[in-house]
């Protein structure tokens, strides 16, 4: 059946474009920074704080992995309560709730003493992210019109790229001027700025949510499979869990280590890594609307394994290129991928089905760090790490050439919401949420 896009607002009536635009723009913008606090705050600072943590609180490179495997359970348990409260509550509550663990977990990190309360903040921050971060893309989505909403999804990874750039900066400069020791005072600026962003989200952004999730089964997996090319797509998930820590989680600690970089130095490449992801996501979506989701993920996989390759000699300069690489693809692999769950979910089942795939995915995060730091505590090197991240990528590839055939991925259709009431004009959300309506009714007309 045809449709026609109605544009609602909470005004209840219909704005020009401009400032539909305008406003669209400002929840995606908002958006991004969200995923700035729950993902680069809340779980990849800890990444190039590890060897300032490592040293001031005397830890082997085990427990310090251990540490970020805490973090990484966390965002296990919260993709299964994700899953169980989609059918119960809506998913702008679950993502407001989800933004205040993390701000608390960052608190927690900045009075930590030592690794356990440290370790209680991380867990705080996992939680939150997950809680954040599995309602985030469908809301971002609905933000601007269809035809856009990849590209609104992909600059939900170029805010977590600004994130990981702020924290590779901050934490450069706070080291090189206060030594190891003063590690807490990177989270305590994160604490700052991340409440206050959460405070303006808090405020106004709300999404518009007709129905909830229902037929959900166990963990929302019932729903997962009626994704169409669901294994492969689970499967670059869980590949893509394993090999990204092994690589960003220790990339600082074996360049300071195993090739004689300095702080300042190992720094510059983890801030080259985020700036690059700021245009991983966008460009890697242009490039799978052109070849689609199964190729650009294919190459995306095979430029992984030879990148982290490459970075093993260690020089200097080649390295810098190669962290921008990094970067790009470290975007590139999970946009994509979040995308492709958007495009083929229906609205009921994509809080559980997405809720499962991050469940799957969490549990290749959690295995990752604890694997990685084990792995360089027997060998003596980080070298293996990066060379497994590699072959895990090998795999990825061939697990991406799984999915369906499609010359241009498009978004699932939606369907067409039960007649409801009106809602009430409420001055403070910017919900900027498309709907479908026929076209032959009114609001076509």
Same mark, same amino acid.
């Given at each position: 059946?045809?449709?026609?896009?109605?544009?609602?607002?909470?005004?209840?009536?219909?704005? $020009?474009?401009?400032?539909?635009?305008?406003?669209? #723009?400002?929840?995606? *913008?908002?958006? !991004?920074?969200?995923?700035?606090i729950a993902q680069s705050f809340g779980r990849f600072t800890y990444g190039v704080l590890l060897p300032a943590v490592r040293d001031d609180l005397g830890l082997s490179n085990t427990v310090a992995g251990s540490l970020a495997t805490v973090n990484m359970a966390a965002y296990l348990v919260g993709s299964l309560i994700v899953a169980v409260a989609s059918s119960r509550f809506r998913l702008l509550s679950i993502m407001r709730i989800g933004l205040v663990? #993390?701000?608390?977990?960052?608190?927690?990190?900045?009075?930590?003493?030592? $690794?356990?309360?440290?370790?209680?903040?991380?867990?705080?921050?996992?939680l939150g992210g997950a809680l954040t971060w599995i309602p985030a893309p469908v809301v971002t989505a609905d933000a601007i019109a269809p035809e856009r909403r990849g590209l609104a999804v992909g600059f939900l990874g170029a805010g977590m790229g600004l994130g990981v750039v702020f924290a590779g900066q901050l934490a450069s400069i706070v080291r090189s001027t206060m030594g190891d020791a003063s590690w807490r005072n990177v989270y305590f600026v994160q604490?700052?700025?991340?409440?206050?962003? /959460?405070?303006?989200?808090?405020?106004?952004?709300?999404?518009? %949510?007709?129905?909830?999730?229902?037929? +959900?089964?166990?963990?929302?997996?019932?729903?997962?499979?009626?994704?169409?090319?669901?294994?492969?797509?689970?499967?670059?998930?869980?590949?893509?869990?394993?090999?990204?820590?092994?690589?960003?989680?220790?990339?600082? +600690?074996?360049?300071?280590?195993?090739?004689?970089?300095?702080?300042?130095?190992?720094?510059?490449?983890?801030?080259?890594?985020?700036?690059?992801?700021?245009?991983?996501?966008? &460009?890697?979506?242009?490039?799978?609307?052109?070849?689609?989701?199964?190729?650009?993920?294919?190459?995306?996989? =095979?430029?992984?394994?030879?990148?982290?390759?490459?970075?093993? @000699?260690?020089?200097?300069?080649?390295?810098?290129?190669?962290?921008? !690489?990094?970067?790009?693809?470290?975007?590139?692999?999970?946009?994509?991928?979040?995308?492709?769950?958007?495009?083929?979910?229906?609205?009921?089942?994509?809080? @559980?089905?997405?809720?499962?795939?991050?469940?799957?995915?969490?549990?290749?995060?959690?295995?990752?760090? %604890?694997?990685?730091?084990? *792995?360089?505590?027997? #060998?003596?090197?980080?070298?293996?790490?990066?060379? &497994?991240?590699?072959?895990?990528?090998?795999?990825?590839?061939? =697990?991406? &050439?799984?999915?369906?055939?499609?010359?241009?991925?498009?978004?699932? /259709?939606?369907?067409?919401?039960?007649?409801? =009431?009106?809602? %009430? $004009?409420?001055?403070?959300?910017?919900?900027?949420?498309?709907?479908? #309506?026929?076209?032959?009714?009114?609001?076509?007309?």
């Amino acid at each position: 059946m045809p449709v026609a896009w109605s544009f609602v607002t909470d005004l209840g009536s219909e704005a $020009p474009t401009r400032q539909r635009r305008l406003m669209g #723009a400002a929840a995606v *913008i908002l958006m !991004a920074l969200v995923a700035a606090i729950a993902q680069s705050f809340g779980r990849f600072t800890y990444g190039v704080l590890l060897p300032a943590v490592r040293d001031d609180l005397g830890l082997s490179n085990t427990v310090a992995g251990s540490l970020a495997t805490v973090n990484m359970a966390a965002y296990l348990v919260g993709s299964l309560i994700v899953a169980v409260a989609s059918s119960r509550f809506r998913l702008l509550s679950i993502m407001r709730i989800g933004l205040v663990l #993390a701000i608390i977990g960052q608190a927690l990190a900045t009075i930590s003493p030592g $690794p356990a309360v440290l370790g209680v903040g991380l867990f705080a921050q996992g939680l939150g992210g997950a809680l954040t971060w599995i309602p985030a893309p469908v809301v971002t989505a609905d933000a601007i019109a269809p035809e856009r909403r990849g590209l609104a999804v992909g600059f939900l990874g170029a805010g977590m790229g600004l994130g990981v750039v702020f924290a590779g900066q901050l934490a450069s400069i706070v080291r090189s001027t206060m030594g190891d020791a003063s590690w807490r005072n990177v989270y305590f600026v994160q604490l700052i700025i991340g409440a206050v962003i /959460a405070a303006v989200v808090l405020l106004f952004i709300g999404h518009r %949510q007709e129905r909830l999730s229902s037929g +959900t089964g166990v963990g929302g997996f019932s729903a997962l499979r009626r994704v169409p090319g669901w294994v492969p797509m689970v499967s670059g998930f869980v590949i893509f869990g394993l090999l990204y820590l092994l690589v960003i989680s220790f990339l600082t +600690t074996r360049l300071e280590d195993d090739s004689g970089w300095t702080s300042s130095q190992a720094s510059l490449a983890f801030t080259l890594v985020g700036a690059a992801m700021i245009f991983g996501g966008p &460009l890697f979506i242009a490039l799978s609307d052109r070849i689609g989701t199964r190729w650009t993920l294919a190459m995306s996989f =095979a430029g992984w394994a030879i990148t982290t390759t490459l970075i093993l @000699p260690g020089w200097f300069v080649p390295t810098i290129f190669l962290s921008v !690489a990094v970067g790009l693809l470290f975007a590139a692999m999970p946009t994509v991928l979040t995308v492709y769950v958007v495009s083929n979910t229906s609205t009921d089942d994509y809080g @559980p089905a997405f809720a499962a795939t991050t469940f799957c995915f969490g549990i290749a995060q959690m295995i990752s760090p %604890q694997l990685g730091g084990f *792995i360089a505590d027997t #060998a003596g090197s980080f070298t293996p790490v990066f060379l &497994l991240s590699a072959s895990l990528a090998v795999v990825g590839m061939f =697990a991406s &050439l799984g999915l369906p055939r499609r010359n241009r991925p498009g978004f699932a /259709a939606v369907p067409s919401p039960e007649p409801a =009431a009106t809602p %009430q $004009p409420d001055w403070r959300y910017i919900n900027m949420t498309y709907e479908v #309506a026929p076209a032959d009714s009114a609001a076509a007309r």
